[in-house]
């Protein structure tokens, strides 16, 4: 165990220096930015471990791995994010442990979402998934509504008992005419997230950028960057 706390301790620190880097070059604020780690695939013991390294803010992306995982470190200071295309049939239980969902990409989802919060007596946070790739009306190959969605599903979790719009998350989109371009992707994604807090003025949180793109997601503008693999090692193929 003491190997492994120093190996992510060490991926920890350097994750650490590049968006404390890339925050200096784009003349922010370290603490404007929020880590996110994604320890999906991953036991509980390295979610202790991290904790205690002080992360706050842990993601995962199947219920299936994250309940019994959110279960057995529900003594810990975290918060837990949400980040995978969610079924609506799953939703009773990530609302039992994930403080913000950050795929919300249907209105059925959202319909779910609230009853389900409204049962256990929580709010969640809820962040529209921007598909870049997507095509009016359509939703992305990794989940996601297209741009001109986003307002009409805003206005719906806003609304929603149980809920509350925080912003907006995308993944960098590997077609379309984003692909190969994370910068010009998040730009997009930062004037999305300026046309919405005109309407709603607390969805403040912006979550983009992941392990081998964060520091053009910090350029952007991002508050929270979600990243794994740096943090925790290349992921074992899953079956």
């Not at 239980?93 to 049962?119: C, H, I, M, N, P």
């Not at 730009?187 to 607390?202: E, G, K, V, Y």
Request: charged share 25%; with cysteine; hydrophobic share 45%.
């Amino acid at each position: 165990m003491t190997d492994r706390r120093d190996e992510l301790a060490g991926n920890l620190a350097t994750v650490e220096e590049r968006i404390a880097a890339a925050c200096g070059a784009a003349g922010r604020k370290r603490e404007d930015v929020t880590l996110i780690v994604v320890t999906k695939t991953y036991p509980a013991s390295d979610v202790r471990i991290l904790s205690e390294l002080g992360v706050r803010h842990v993601a995962e992306n199947r219920d299936q791995d994250a309940a019994p995982k959110a279960a057995a470190c529900s003594d810990l200071p975290l918060a837990w994010h949400f980040v995978g295309q969610l079924q609506t049939n799953k939703v009773r239980s990530v609302v039992g442990y994930a403080d913000v969902v950050q795929s919300v990409d249907r209105s059925r989802l959202v319909t779910t979402l609230s009853k389900e919060a409204v049962r256990a007596g929580r709010e969640v946070g809820c962040l529209v998934q921007v598909a870049l790739d997507a095509g009016e009306g359509a939703r992305g190959d990794r989940g996601g509504v297209a741009p001109g969605g986003i307002a009409e599903l805003a206005e719906l979790v806003a609304g929603s008992p149980g809920l509350r719009l925080d912003g907006l998350m995308t993944v960098a989109p590997l077609a379309g005419e984003y692909a190969g371009r994370g910068r010009a992707a998040f730009d997009r994604l930062m004037d999305l997230s300026t046309h919405l807090r005109r309407a709603h003025p607390t969805a403040n949180m912006v979550s983009a950028g992941m392990s081998a793109d964060l520091e053009q997601a910090v350029a952007a503008g991002a508050t929270h960057v979600r990243v794994g693999t740096a943090v925790l090692g290349v992921r074992p193929r899953l079956g």
